[in-house]
RNA sequence: GACCUCGUAGCUCAGCUGGAUAGAGCAACUGCCUUCUAAGCAGUAGGUCACAGGUUCGAAUCCUGUCGGGGUCGCCA
């Protein structure tokens, strides 16, 4: 049953009929709530074909619509727009048909395979918000997806290697005592306290070393960074320089001084004990990572999410090497006097861009080329989502760029998820300044804030301890996950840690809440209504929820093809508002017409299942009390 | 300097493939629980859609410029 198709087709045999012209696509549009009508039709664009003014015309149409369709009950004009209604017994037929149907707004699969991957940590830091936000998003898209008819393979990719991770590794060594997680702390949590510790006794090495450079004074430095150190400082004190020229010298100092402080010399050197496969660096590397494993593990665990394949950087950061070489060969790529190999993208509107260094070895986007193509042998994809944040949006471009030059067939289907940073008041979230709100913190605040809220609320009585527990739970999550999952992906948001997330208004509590209304007035309405008849007329209200519930599967697909988790946060929150507005209006059990009766339990069966189904996409979890 | 992106109510966000009088929620104020869960419903107030031009029947939406925020331009990941 498609209403607006219909009325399109209708719509455009009129305007042949009448003017003997078409339109390259009829849009029909939602009636603005302030006018009588369903859909609107927009005359102003046919004025040259009909000849008459916007009321003429519209009305013309209007006639013709009403004459030959039996979906259009009756319409009205205001000024160039045709106002239409739609029979009513189109809408109590819809919900007869479909408010039972569990399978009502999904797609039959299409058995299309794509990826998603997403959260891809390192193993030297705990999670954070910023992850959170990756995480949810992917999940729900995930879950989207899967309810559009994809075969769906979710996927992580986790960097365990590289200098971050020598860092937590020689910090424990150091300064350690043989600490392990079994004391107490988290794993993952454990790793970053030795990431911190290591930054710190860093900062500590260099800091009057930096100092001593900036005015001159190369002491304590590396005689090998010196004329380099050098050259830099004669920018630095040169007057005739702008300061932000000064700025980058300055920062260039302090990175190369810390760059080849003895610290880090040691810590290269462990990357380079690290490749060259020492038992005894191996060994705590597997060990240290194994902690983080279960630290993350506890933490996806609570967020509800999971993984059906995980990638190891450790694994695949070689991977990528045999590609360049092949597109060596084929002339995609070209090498420069000093070795190191490039590809030249200016036609894309793009740069020159490094795909492998001169010694040979692989840098970032090398490793993503691999495990593009290792993605693809593994599953033969037709689509490739990666949810990163926006800051790489170039790196993605390159990227999907040097793929689609390989000529591999699967480059059209890569998509780059590009979702906006998470703000503090004071900006972006920094781990040197310990700005970062950590995610398990977070966790248990939502679970205090929740339990906060329901007790003020006084909704405690009759629960057990553990029930409680598991509501106060659901309620933390849903509100955040919401929170989060609301704002369009793109665009940065805002997290202000001062003030609670709210369970009241546009929230995941809200949508809960709705639910769990509505399954307390099933569980008292007894038998019979399933298999009554519906009622021929309807409510104002009832029909608004009904084309909120016949918009679904639009929505659903919607959300699918611009990867956008919050279009099914806004249609969950219309649907509920709708609802509630019915209940506080109408009486649902106490109707005595059974018709009406019959009808307004079967909207609220209908309307429950369709916020269950919104709820679970989002990766929230509904309660049949609370 | 170049490129990308954002700027909508006090705050957080919708609306952006051009359509009617720009919408929600929070915060503020007013009503509604001796009928089904008040984490609800109804209402009041709150706007130079950053600014200036342009395109056209019509612009928050498209184009150009200006201002402001963020990001990217690593042989880091």
Redesign the pocket.
Known sequence: MKIEQALKEKIASALLELYQTSLPVVKLEK??A??E?DY?F?V??LLRASRKNPEQTAAEIGEKLALSAELVHSFNV????L?IVIRENIWSEFLQKEWNNPAYALSPGTGKKVMVEYSSP?TNKPLHLGHIRNILLGYSVAEIMKATGYAVTKANLV?DR??HICKSMLAWQRFGNGETPENGIKGDHLAGKYYVIFENALRAETEEVIKAALSGDFTGTDAAIQPKLAELYAILSNPENKEEKKEKARDEIKETIRNHSPLMQECQEMLRQWEAGNPDVLHLWKTMNGWVYDGFDVTYKRLGVDFDKWYY?SNTYTLGKDIIEEGLSAGVFYR?D?G?VWIDLTAEGL?HK?VL???GTS??ITQDIGTAELKYRDYGLDQSIYVVG??????FKVLFQIMRRLGRPYAEGMHHLSYG?VDLPS??MKSREGTVVDADDLLDEMHAT?RE??IE?G?TEGLEEAALNELFEK?GLAALKFFIL???PK????FNPSESI??????G??VM?TY??I???LR?AGEGWQSAPVAGELHTTEKETLECLYAFPEVLHNAARDLSP?LIC?YA?DLA?AF??I????????ETDPARRATRLKIASFTAQSLKMSMNLLGIKEV???
């Open positions: 009636t603005n302030d006018f009508g609107t927009v102003f664009p205001v000024k160039g727009f106002n390192n960097n590289g200098i950087e420069r000093d190191s740069d490094l260094r001169k010694d840098v970032y926006n800051e790489q949006d170039y790196h940073m900006g972006k929740a809220k329901t609320l909704k309620l609301k704002v369009d665009k940065r948001m805002l709210d369970f009241q208004g546009d929230t509590p809200f809440y769990a209304r399954q307390s007035v008292q919050a806004q929150l508002k509630n507005r209940y506080s209006e109408l009486s649902l059990l106490h049949e009390r609370m």
